[in-house]
């Protein structure tokens, strides 16, 4: 059964600290992997797409890393900021057989809170 | 621009009500989706338009009816909902469908629309 799994569901850290998010997969045929920030009651926005070729991708303070391997990603958020809370999502893609798409699964997603 | 946007942002119907939700892209997208998201879970794809055709219907019931007048615009119709279809409804658009496996597709998210049945 496709899964992703994230951990923590939450957590609340200091403004300017740091934090690693988790994620597991257990999806086949793996295509990519993407983690999304989404505010509460907004759309997800991407944040990084990784293939399976790709082991970490940077955007400003997040970088997000890909075991292929172990199925394993992480989400690091270097230097929080308040504007930081929100839920992050990680989706892996599978290849959707006979119709060209590619099937998005979704975790349940890690809710940051950035305190001052 | 590489902005979808959904109208209403919020919406509440009765049960005997007919309403329909509207999606907007401009960035030349050729895929666009529905989701529905309830809270604190994550997003159900519903639907997907690929050239402005349905290619994908997960199983949703009748009373979600979806419509692709042309290549920017998606819309939603809903009819005789539930109280329990009450969520925020998530449309997405990204370039094409995925054609192989070093081209991902990033699905860019418009702001949803809370939908509250009575």
């Known amino acids: 059964k496709n899964q992703v799994e994230q951990s923590p569901q939450s957590l609340i850290i200091l403004e300017g600290k740091n934090c690693t998010l988790q994620?597991?997969?257990?999806?086949?045929?793996?295509?990519?992997l993407r983690w999304y920030k989404q505010d509460t009651g907004r759309g997800p926005v991407s944040l990084t797409i990784m293939t399976f070729s790709e082991n970490t991708k940077s955007n400003g303070r997040y970088t997000a890393t890909l075991d292929a391997d172990t199925k394993q990603s992480s989400l690091h958020i270097t230097a929080s900021q308040l504007s930081d809370s929100a839920s992050y999502i990680c989706v892996v893609s599978a290849n959707r057989m006979n119709t060209g798409f590619q099937k998005l699964v979704f975790g349940t997603g890690t809710r940051l809170l950035v305190s001052p | 621009d590489t902005e979808v946007t959904q109208t209403p942002k919020h919406l509440v119907m009765g049960m005997t009500n007919k309403k329909s939700l509207k999606c907007e892209q401009h960035m030349g997208h050729r895929a666009m989706y529905w989701y529905k998201q309830k809270a604190k879970k994550p997003p159900e794809l519903m639907f997907v338009y690929s050239y402005e055709k349905l290619s994908i219907n997960e199983s949703v019931p009748s009373r979600f009816s979806p419509e692709c007048p042309n290549s920017s615009l998606l819309n939603l119709h809903l009819h005789a909902l539930q109280p329990e279809d009450s969520a925020l409804y998530l449309c997405?658009?990204?370039?094409?469908?995925?054609?192989?496996?070093?081209?991902?597709?990033?699905?860019?998210f418009g702001p949803g629309t809370r939908l509250t049945v009575l």
């Open positions: 997405a658009s990204s370039q094409d469908r995925w054609t192989g496996p070093r081209k991902p597709d990033t699905q860019y």
């Open positions: 994620c597991n997969y257990t999806v086949s045929p793996f295509s990519n």
